[in-house]
């Protein structure tokens, strides 16, 4: 079983900058993919950005030049960096990681539990 505890988020005002981090922890041999979705009110789940274990990355519209997703392999853990935060950004941001538990069992698909992010005046 594998766990994602995402970490950082708040209420801020627009045009500051803040790092979500993820840790992903248990049965795990290789994280393949990793990275971030959000949901805002009212709206779907959407990708925000994602990197793979060949630091392959795939960065929605919304991320482009606003935010950034780096990784720390040691620590099975990446970070979404956030600058000039709009109110627009508001949404619960959560963690998704793909697993390969152990060594050539099938992959799993896991999310963190989501942590918000308020954008306001």
């Known amino acids: 079983q594998v766990r994602l505890v995402a970490s950082g988020g708040g209420s801020l005002q627009p045009w500051v900058s803040l790092r979500l981090a993820c840790v992903a922890a248990?049965?795990?041999?290789?994280?393949?993919?990793q990275g971030w979705y959000r949901q805002a009110p009212g709206k779907e789940r959407e990708l925000v950005a994602t990197?793979?274990?060949?630091?392959?990355?795939a960065n929605s519209d919304i991320a482009s030049g606003h935010f950034t997703n780096s990784r720390d392999t040691a620590r099975n853990a990446v970070y979404l960096h956030m600058s000039r935060l709009k109110t627009e950004d508001t949404a619960v941001y959560y963690c998704?990681?793909?697993?390969?538990?152990?060594?050539?069992?099938?992959?799993?698909?896991?999310w963190g539990q989501g942590t918000q992010v308020t954008v306001s005046p």
């Open positions: 998704n990681a793909i697993v390969e538990p152990e060594l050539e069992y099938p992959h799993t698909d896991n």
């Open positions: 248990g049965s795990i041999w290789c994280i393949t993919s």
């Open positions: 990197i793979d274990s060949d630091d392959s990355t």
